[in-house]
């Protein structure tokens, strides 16, 4: 490969290196923003004809490493290296010219373009007349040589997720990168869009290709890499062949402490005497919804009893939210009936739901859940009954008894919420919600929605430990997660949404990957689209 140091030289790229050469390295480099190191000193080989992931929990630092390999970010201390010799990346396009391409988690798409012109748009190498069935044609055979099909003339807005994810890997793949980064590539892909991912992953390796496969999921790191560099705190804490390695031991790497990673169930689920003869804590009868003349949620049939994990999986934008907003009472639905533990709270707002027996903690805890502004302790009092006056030296103690048990890390029961990480804030929500659970003067339902995002697998482990404690002592606990893996860990029964429907229901352990995976795309067993 040969190219100029400078914006206004010329760079080209060459033929791809030989499998194993190294195509792509950081050498010590540091990145700091304002108040924070994010890469301290880091080394980093890619070699070609390689999957090398880059494994942490959010703010490992994996992200901001990617964002200076691809010439986003430029290095404060260090250097890259292309090839093996030095190059200074100032900005993507510069990246590309060198054969370096991302695909970033969240996409680039101009909706109202076909696939052909999403795929040319912005690339300088691109002739002033352009001959489109030249580019469909080319772009067809990039798409059928790694495994990627695509429509050149489909408009991006009527493509599903793990199409326009296609989209972005031709995109590159046409301006001619031979390095690529993927960033949490299977966040909004179904089990069946994550293994063509995996394929195609391959197919392109097979080439010659290097792929930087950017993920914080165990399962499928040992399942498509070759090798894994594991980040935490911007440093580099470890790096191991995938085939001499197990997911335990990355986790280990992950947070430097053993962890436990068993599924729990609920020992009296779906049983005698499992709580289903009181009837359901929370139930859902018919809820429609329709939101800017859209329906959202259409018919939704839903229970959960005491004693039992109930887990609403889906691909983003399926419902999830709208559906934990309605049964929360925080949106009144357009039609059906919602009851929590036997009352008819339906369109009576957040105060009946929570008056019934209601407790709900929300996916954004410092917008919806606390008040950033407010201390831990008046955080703590803010869903209580309403009560002229307040006995805070006792809300004070209730706070310390909390942070003591939840092992919350603050300066004290006076401290701001705004001051806490997201894996304290959740904790301090869950002491909250969670309160009284097995006295009688408890929660008869709970409803979380994503418990464990943002978290490291410490906090997380810890906060699925919470939710298991409060099935065994009775609680009826509904999950709502775009994490597949969270809602098969947690769940005893699993519903899933596609556009606002249930598209199937059943106990955890008995629907299989591949009927879980058709029914977040929209397939029915028989090969029928679902209703919606």
Do not use: W
């Not at 290097?210 to 914080?216: G, L, R, T, Y």
Request: glycine share 14%.
């Amino acid at each position: 490969m040969t190219s100029g140091d400078h914006p206004g030289e010329t760079a080209t790229v060459s033929s791809p290196p030989s499998r194993g050469v190294v195509a792509l390295a950081a050498r010590r480099v540091t990145k700091r923003f304002p108040g924070v190191v994010a890469n301290d000193e880091v080394d980093f080989e890619l070699r070609a004809g390689e999957v090398h992931t880059l494994l942490g929990e959010n703010g490992a630092g994996k992200s901001t490493l990617a964002a200076l390999l691809c010439g986003l970010y430029q290095p404060d201390d260090g250097h890259i290296e292309r090839g093996g010799q030095p190059v200074r990346l100032r900005s993507p396009r510069e990246g590309l010219a060198r054969g370096i391409g991302m695909v970033h988690q969240h996409f680039r798409l101009v909706e109202r373009f076909t696939v052909a012109e999403n795929v040319v748009l912005g690339d300088p190498a691109q002739p002033a007349l352009l001959r489109r069935a030249d580019i469909e044609a080319r772009v067809a055979e990039i798409g059928e040589r790694f495994g990627l099909p695509v429509d050149p003339r489909a408009r991006v807005s009527s493509l599903t997720v793990g199409q326009r994810q296609r989209v972005e890997i031709v995109k590159v793949l046409y301006r001619g990168a031979e390095v690529l980064l993927l960033d949490e590539p299977t966040a909004v892909l179904t089990p069946q869009e994550a293994e063509a991912l995996f394929t195609t992953v391959r197919a392109m390796t097979a080439e010659g290709k290097a792929v930087v496969f950017i993920s914080h999921k165990l399962g499928e790191v040992m399942a498509v890499s070759d090798r894994v560099t594991v980040m935490r705190g911007g440093r580099v804490t470890g790096e191991v062949a995938t085939a001499a390695t197990s997911a335990r031991e990355l986790a280990e790497l992950m947070v430097g402490r053993p962890i436990e990673a068993e599924v729990r169930r609920g020992s009296a689920a779906g049983g005698e005497g499992d709580g289903t003869e009181a009837g359901p804590a929370l139930e859902a009868a018919g809820v429609r919804l329709v939101q800017g003349g859209q329906t959202v949620l259409d018919g939704i049939d839903l229970a959960v009893f005491p004693g039992e994990v109930v887990g609403v999986a889906g691909v983003a934008g399926n419902g999830q939210r709208e559906l934990a907003a309605v049964l929360a009472g925080i949106t009144a639905p357009t039609s059906g009936r919602v009851q929590v533990a036997g009352t008819d709270v339906t369109g009576g707002g957040a105060r009946a739901a929570r008056g019934a027996g209601l407790a709900f903690v929300p996916e954004d805890r410092l917008g919806t859940g606390l008040v950033p502004g407010l201390s831990l302790t008046d955080n703590m009092l803010l869903t209580r009954r309403r009560e002229f006056l307040v006995n805070r030296r006792a809300a004070r103690r209730e706070m310390a008894t909390a942070i003591e048990s939840f092992e919350i890390k603050t300066p004290g029961t006076e401290a701001a919420a705004r001051v806490l990480s997201g894996g304290n804030a959740q904790k301090v929500l869950l002491a909250r919600e969670l309160a009284g659970l097995g006295t009688g003067a408890g929660p008869r339902a709970i409803i979380v929605a994503s418990p464990t995002r943002g978290l490291d697998i410490g906090a997380a482990e810890m906060v699925r430990g919470l939710l298991h404690d409060a099935r065994e002592q009775g609680g009826a606990v509904l999950i709502i997660s775009e994490d597949l893996d969270e809602v098969r860990s947690l769940a005893d029964r699993m519903v899933v949404l596609y556009r606002g429907r249930v598209a199937l229901e059943g106990p955890t352990d008995e629907l299989t990957l591949e009927e879980i995976g058709l029914a977040m795309a929209g397939i029915q067993p028989e090969g029928a689209v679902a209703p919606g």
